[in-house]
């Protein structure tokens, strides 16, 4: 189904996230806005599973805006904690949000577990209005491990402990670039643009 736009309204207003996403989506010449732009409030995320949150919030976000919208759940799997923090890696240390309390929890959690091997995981999805019978769907992980001293000053969340054995360097210490191309959220906003070059008229 082709589909005619020029606007896109993002379910976030995470600030790192908005930025790789306007970044990754540029291709596209779409103009990406965050749903503060139209005051769209928060919606619950009650899910236990990625994709049921992401897909609530890209339906609440355009069911306000009137626009195709774009909504990701992504967080951070520790695999010697049976997968968690998941879909409460933004909140991992409860309310108010903090990245700092958030690390400093995974941390505590993980300094006497001899696995520490993680993975970030992310999914997209893409709604054209808010009764889309058929979503666009896409994923992408990222593999590493936690360091228990964080390094670098970039990224957000829990970059700085994110390590890549492959490269030597924490996900804080890449430069932006490099990180959009080999992130999660990279990978899986790589395969958006791609999808959605078919629908776009």
């Known amino acids: 189904m082709k589909v ?3 606007k896109l309204v993002v379910a976030s207003g995470n600030r790192g996230k908005l930025r790789e996403i306007n970044v990754l989506l540029s291709p596209l010449a779409i103009e990406v806005l965050p749903q503060s732009s139209f005051n769209v409030p928060e919606v619950s995320e ?9 897909l609530v919030k890209a339906r609440h976000a355009s069911l306000h805006t009137g626009l195709p919208a ?5 967080g951070i799997c520790v695999n010697a904690l049976n997968g968690n923090p998941g879909v409460q890696s933004a909140r991992f240390a409860g309310e108010p949000r903090s990245d700092a309390r958030n690390n400093q ?7 006497d577990e001899a696995d520490k091997s993680a993975y970030y995981y992310c999914i997209v999805v893409l709604v ?4 889309d019978p058929q979503p666009i769907f896409v994923d992408g992980v990222w593999h ?4 228990l001293q964080p390094k670098g000053e970039g990224g957000f969340g829990y970059d700085p402990y ?10 804080a210490e890449l430069s932006a670039e490099k990180k959009n191309i080999i992130s999660h959220r990279g990978k899986a906003l790589a395969k958006l643009v791609q999808s959605m070059k078919q629908i776009i008229a």
């Open 4 to 6: 005619t736009w020029n």
């Open 46 to 54: 009650p899910f236990c599973t990625f994709v049921e949150n992401a």
């Open 70 to 74: 774009l909504a990701d759940d992504s």
């Open 105 to 111: 929890k995974l941390i505590e959690a993980l300094k």
């Open 128 to 131: 054209r209005h808010p009764e």
């Open 144 to 147: 590493g491990e936690i360091i």
């Open 162 to 171: 994110f390590f890549l054995p492959e490269l030597g360097k924490a996900a």
